[in-house]
T-cell receptor, first 110, second 112 residues
Framework: DAEITQSPRHKITETGRQVTLACHQT?????MFWYRQDLGHGLRLIHY???????NKGEVSDGYSVSRSNTEDLPLTLESAASSQTSVYFC?????????FGPGTRLTVT | QQQVKQSPQSLIVQKGGISIINCAYE??????FPWYQQFPGKGPALLIA?????SEKKEGRFTISFNKSAKQFSLHIMDSQPGDSATYFC???????????FGKGTRLHILP
């Protein structure tokens, strides 16, 4: 069965370090998205991509970057991790408007 | 600017009762309104969705009511069960492939 996976599932890092969260989907979807989930804020869009080599900023993109070198993967990089980036991160993919979400990565920045 | 406003933040309902969650949107260009259900430790999963050309959509115990003129839509869960206890997110998007904007979520607890 097609699926979307994220790794690692849990990560603890120190302030100032670079961190990369992986997202891999086998749906062969063109569209991929990264959201962060925080209590009281719901799910907020970080970056998204509509295809290979396409990337776009979402509402909370500062401090994050993505690159899309193939259809299956959209890694999310925190260039210099900050405590404000402690959150649960979800990746999603879609072809059309229904989104399939991954299981999430819980990131703690100390 | 919050484009999708959801209420209440939390909701407690007796087993067998009706759970109602409300959402309001601002952008009239939105043309797709999904609801997502999320259990602890899991990613959100699409529950039910509606387009603005219909006023109601029902799937089993779940119903979306849509009021285009008021720019509001709501989720009704009939005969609520303890297994429905989860966080529910309303959302909106425009166009077939566009990004989804989520409400802040409602934590629903069904008392056994």
């Amino acid at each position: 069965d097609a699926e979307i996976t994220q790794s690692p599932r849990h990560k603890i890092t120190e302030t100032g370090r670079q961190v990369t969260l992986a997202c891999h989907q086998t749906w062969n979807h063109n569209n991929m998205f990264w959201y962060r989930q925080d209590l009281g804020h719901g799910l907020r869009l970080i970056h998204y991509s509509y295809g290979v080599h396409d990337t776009n900023k979402g509402e909370v993109s500062d401090g994050y970057s993505v690159s899309r070198s193939n259809t299956e993967d959209l890694p999310l990089t925190l260039e210099s991790a900050a405590s404000s980036q402690t959150s649960v991160y979800f990746c999603a993919s879609s072809e059309g408007q229904a989104k399939n979400f991954g299981p999430g990565t819980r990131l703690t920045v100390t | 600017q919050q484009q999708v406003k959801q209420s209440p933040q939390s909701l407690i309902v007796q087993k067998g009762g009706i759970s109602i969650i409300n959402c309001a949107y601002e952008n009239t260009a939105f043309d797709y309104f999904p609801w997502y259900q999320q259990f602890p430790g899991k990613g959100p999963a699409l529950l039910i969705a509606i387009r603005p050309d219909v006023s109601e959509k029902k799937e089993g115990r779940f119903t979306i009511s849509f009021n285009k003129s008021a720019k509001q839509f709501s989720l009704h869960i009939m005969d609520s069960q303890p297994g429905d206890s989860a966080t529910y997110f309303c959302a909106a998007s425009r166009g077939r492939d566009d990004k989804i904007i989520f409400g802040k979520g409602t934590r629903l607890h069904i008392l056994p």
